[in-house]
């Protein structure tokens, strides 16, 4: 451990890692180079916009038998959001890096990589790339400047700084390439975590978040729109992209101060079958629905998501189709697929369904990530069962997501009075093409089995034939209803 007074303002900044070569004064925010003996002013960094997330300098935690120590962060803005990389001192005197992303958590260490690697321009999400040996699916690719930094880090950084950075991942492993510092990348690798899984202290709780922020983490907030007036509900440090359900404004409410990011036109109400800010309580946690959107694709077809939040559990969403309800959560350990018709995962084998585009055609409330009408993905959907995977594929990110079927009957119990949903029309029943065709076939069954009865000639065994012909058709309607 070092400590040095700050070039600035005079007060400690203490340096605990050896790796460390620059850290910020918690004071002024001066951004303190450590240079062999000396340390020099880099000036003022700026300081971490609204802090919500659990975490902070000093929390502490066990990864893999090693406990570490969190020392350090920078916190990163792209084009569909923000996110932070904490800065982990282990005891045994390495670093590492905890990547902080809507409530999921990343635990990566630096690598020494052999073998060629990939430019950055040659890398796109859903292809293929191989890293020692290891073959890794492409998550995301994208470029982020820093926004502000606390405590110390193994680089320099200030304000404006790029990062290019490519997320991999093969099952539950996760690698990022860093191109930050020019075509070679620096190589991480790691593995999704949870702050439980890690036995993590020194958390900060809910109190703490508010004292500092004015808001409760993950509590519902209203706001006005500044750009119409209307209200609009949301989770501070949770759902920081908001679109006015008024006037469809979109929001920037990452900071302090909520920006209008583009008007929008007024569109008409959608009549959702779940309103913002209905809550469920589930697996004895409360769910909230924060976000509504409708999608289509190619041909027309729509359907309607809705983006929860739980406190424990963070986002999962709920699928309004022709057929029913189901719930999906984002997959952090991926299947296994190269493409074809089938993909694997936990030992299952889930067979290609369909392959189609789909584009937001209207979205109202509040997002983990930012989104806008005309926003298209590639989607390719599998089946196992009941369960299904939906790969969806964007020009910067590929994700994985599972749903299961939700009853009608145990949507209207979650969430009582606020759901306004109808019950699907069971496949078969009565106004269906099948059902009508079926029962005009009876009906001419019917009609011909009279002849049948009366008849005890040579022409019965023709007429029993025509009657069978008009028959299995009508069983074989029947059985394909009742299968699907």
Known sequence: MQIVSCPSCGAEVTFRSHASVMAVCEYCNTSVLKDADAVKDMGKMSAVLEDYSPVQINTSGVLGGRPFTVVGRIQLQYSAGMWNEWYLLFDDGAGGWLGDSS????????RQAGGPLPRFPELSPGN????????????EVRTARCIGGQGELPFRVGDGWRAQVADLRDGASFATLDYSDGE???????????LESMQCQLLRDDDEIRRSTGRHRGKLTALDCP???????????????????SCHAQLDASSPKVQVLQAGERLDAMRPSLELG????????????????????????????????????????????????????????????????????????????????????????????????????????????????????????LTWSRSTPVPFDQMKALFGASFRGREPAPKGKAGSPKSLAKKAIMVMLALNLVPILLSFGGAFFYNLIGALAIFLPALFIDTQGKDK
């Open 278 to 397: 209905a809550v469920a309580r589930m697996n004895r946690q409360e769910f909230r629905v924060t976000g509504f959107m409708v999608r289509e694709d190619d041909e027309g077809t729509r359907w309607s998501e809705y983006l929860m939040y739980g406190n424990r559990s963070g986002f999962s969403w709920l699928v309004e189709t022709d057929d029913g309800w189901y719930r999906a959560n984002v997959m952090s350990d991926w299947p296994s697929w190269d493409g074809g018709d089938y993909a694997r995962q936990d030992k299952a084998t889930f067979k290609k369904l369909y392959s189609y585009d789909a584009r937001v055609v209207y979205a109202a409330g509040a997002f983990n990530w930012r989104v806008q009408a005309g926003d298209t993905v590639h989607v390719t959907e599998f089946e196992q069962g009941q369960v299904k995977l939906a790969a969806e594929l964007s020009q910067e990110e």
């Open 103 to 110: 409530g999921q958590f990343v635990v990566t260490t630096a």
């Open 184 to 194: 070679v990348p620096t190589v991480y690798t790691g593995v999704s975590v949870t």
């Open 227 to 245: 750009s119409c007036g209307g209200p609009i509900k949301y989770l501070p440090g949770l759902t920081s992209a908001l679109l006015c359900p």
């Open 128 to 139: 293929f790339t191989t890293v020692e040996g290891r073959r890794y699916t492409v998550a």
